[in-house]
């Protein structure tokens, strides 16, 4: 991953960015077409993500996108116990 310096600032590709944000490239697209997330368009095709932008975004994530499920609290089931049956 190297920023490249456009118009004294530091910008990622969608590659790059998936690599620091550690998330899916689908994800990265998602964010920039809902405005989630800052970028250029250079050239009418490649984005171009301002690094602070993508620093902030990758804080920013859930814990289902960066791969720590095991963090994530959830309630313990409150099931019934079945009655069992008696064998015969």
């Known amino acids: 991953m190297t920023p ?3 118009d004294a600032g530091e910008y990622l590709t969608v590659r790059d960015a998936v690599d620091f944000m550690g998330c899916t490239e689908g994800w990265v697209r998602m964010l920039l077409g809902t405005g989630k997330l800052a ?3 250079f050239g009418g095709r490649a984005w ?3 690094i602070e ?3 902030e ?3 920013n994530l859930s814990t289902r996108a960066t791969a720590r499920k095991h963090l994530a609290k959830r309630p313990a089931a409150n099931r019934k116990k ?3 049956k008696k064998k015969k």
């Open 48 to 50: 171009m993500i301002p």
């Open 82 to 84: 079945s009655a069992k």
């Open 57 to 59: 975004a990758r804080d």
């Open 53 to 55: 932008a993508a620093r």
């Open 4 to 6: 490249q310096k456009i």
């Open 39 to 41: 970028g250029k368009r």
